[in-house]
């Protein structure tokens, strides 16, 4: 199987630890996940505010790449994309040309004009996904070796990645990452808001606005006992980590991290290698705390 | 507190705009439901499930479940003219709640785009703002350079905002979060031939974007 590697925008910017910590574990189950050459960005929520056709064709360009990256080959090529709204963008499209005659029949058209070609071909993945459904949760546990008994967390799926299309998970409820989080000894809390939207990005348009939403979402967790909150979206990172503040202040101190960095200290894997640095709220404290009650 | 967003202090536009039947457009809400997504528009029970799963419906001028009413009585000066549509962050909580399966999120897009295209969402406004910088750079360089965009966009509508969060900016920047290098694809010849492909919208004519 030939799991191919979108990192979309974000993962080489802002969201550096998400691509980081993600490697790393992919690496360490034995699953090496090579880069797809010379991707595009996917279009992301703003291009279907612009242009319907402009954002097809982006997706449609990565599928395609990805597509003749795998050769002649009839298994799908697995196509891994972390981020959210790169996930959705490629998924959408899919659906668009499966259920739109008319738009398979321009974007063919237009592909082809670039000397680009989609047969369909390609899987996109969540890496949440590939590492509940096809790595196992069994073969997970079995690679723990520092398990993170006594962190609790606050699960956040985020909207997109099991909206509008539940590929693998419950679209208001979802438990992949609650399974997840178990299989590395750490303990999920109870939490209603794991696909309430953080505000996106109107966190930086409407800031009051947004920023609201983002809050809510961590006063939440904290007010349910999370120690920390792990996230599966760059974006979603984003915001909870960088708008607890109130005046300058810091209004709560939660830890937000990605799924990927949490796995990964399970796995033993140093929390530098993770990119645990770049956050703004270290999740140190929260470790040492988790371990101090676990040893009690 | 919540503060509802409207263009005057008199209210929501709508309200004080349409006097009279005939000035509404009957054509609207068919060149919208041809979009796909849009496309069960006539279905709306008129339910408000929309409305009730919107994270963000307290800040709107119009709620989802007007939107598609209004859109369906061609109200169209005072749907593409609303803030609503540019309140959507593009959660889905509608779409998978809708017992019509109506894509309201994807009716949100039709609108914004439609709004983009014959100027009518509100002037300076950061959101379609953020839209129209994002494609454009997309369009140019293939990817997307956080920091660049975040320049470019205050730059056009709010340059004391980039002041105010200067000191964000610099945090990020010394996580490695956060930089002014203009990223970019390689192969940008055939890029381009593909992007500059017309699209074709309802109207089937090549969108324009100032």
């Known amino acids: ?63 395609a790449l990805a597509e003749r990256y795998g050769g002649d080959t009839k298994e799908p090529v697995h196509l891994v994309a ?126 009051e606005m947004g920023a609201r939403l983002s809050v809510l979402l961590v006063e939440e967790a904290v007010r349910r006992g999370a120690a920390t909150m792990a996230t599966a979206c760059p974006l979603c990172q984003f915001n909870l980590d960088c708008y607890q503040q109130k005046r300058g202040a810091l209004a709560t101190s939660l830890p937000i991290v990605y799924f990927t960095q949490l796995v990964g200290l399970a796995f033993g894997i140093p929390g530098k290698r993770l990119g645990l640095g770049r956050h703004m709220i270290p999740l140190e404290p929260a470790l040492a705390a988790a371990a101090g009650a676990s040893h009690d | 507190m919540i503060t509802r967003l409207t263009k005057s202090s008199e209210g929501p536009r709508w309200s004080a705009q349409v006097q009279y039947e005939s000035k509404l457009d009957p054509d609207f809400p068919d060149a919208i439901a041809r979009l796909p997504g849009a496309d069960k528009l006539w279905g709306c029970i008129q339910c408000g499930t929309c409305t009730g799963s919107c994270p963000v419906c307290q800040y709107m001028d119009l709620s989802p479940r007007q939107i598609i009413a209004m859109t369906r009585a061609g109200f169209k000066e005072e749907v593409l003219g609303c803030f609503t549509i540019w309140l959507c962050a593009s959660c889905y909580a509608c779409t998978v709640a809708c017992p019509k399966q109506i894509q309201i999120t994807d009716l949100m897009y039709a609108l914004k785009r439609q709004a983009i295209r014959e100027g009518h969402h509100p002037k300076r406004f950061m959101i379609p703002a953020l839209a129209r910088e994002f ?6 360089q293939g990817r997307n350079s956080e920091g660049i965009l975040l320049l470019r966009l205050y730059a056009k509508t709010n340059p004391l905002g ?10 990020l920047f010394l996580r490695g979060r956060m930089g002014l290098r203009m990223e970019s694809i390689r192969d940008k010849a055939s890029f381009w031939k593909l992007m500059d492909r017309g699209p074709a919208e309802a109207n089937g004519k090549k969108e324009k974007v100032a």
Not at chain 1, 20 to 28: C, D, K, Q, R
Not at chain 1, 37 to 60: E, H, I, R
């Open chain 1, 1 to 63: 199987m030939t799991y191919l590697y979108y990192p979309g925008c974000s993962l080489k910017c802002s969201g550096r630890a998400y691509e980081e910590s993600l490697l790393p574990v992919f690496e360490s189950l034995g699953i090496p996940l090579t880069e797809l050459p010379d991707w595009n960005c996917c279009g992301a929520t703003a291009y279907m505010s612009v242009d319907q056709q402009a954002s097809f064709l982006l997706a449609l360009r990565n599928l």
């Open chain 2, 135 to 140: 494609f454009h750079l997309v369009r140019e």
């Open chain 1, 82 to 207: 972390p981020c959210a709204a790169c996930y959705l963008a490629l998924i959408k499209v899919q659906h668009r040309i499966a259920e739109h005659p008319e738009i398979a029949r321009e974007t063919t058209e237009d592909l082809a004009e670039a000397g680009l070609e989609y047969r369909g071909n390609v899987r996109v993945r969540h890496p949440l996904e590939v590492l509940v459904d096809d790595v196992g949760l069994d073969a997970i546990r079995s690679r723990v070796r520092a398990p993170l008994h006594g962190l609790r967390v606050a699960c956040y799926y985020g909207c997109q990645i099991v909206r509008p299309y539940p590929v693998f998970d419950d679209p208001v409820n979802p438990t992949t990452l609650d399974r997840l989080m178990t299989a590395i000894g750490a303990e999920p809390v109870t939490w209603p808001l794991k696909t309430r939207c953080c505000g996106g990005t109107l966190t930086g348009t409407l800031h």
């Open chain 2, 162 to 171: 980039a002041v105010r969060n200067a000191l964000l900016g610099l945090r």
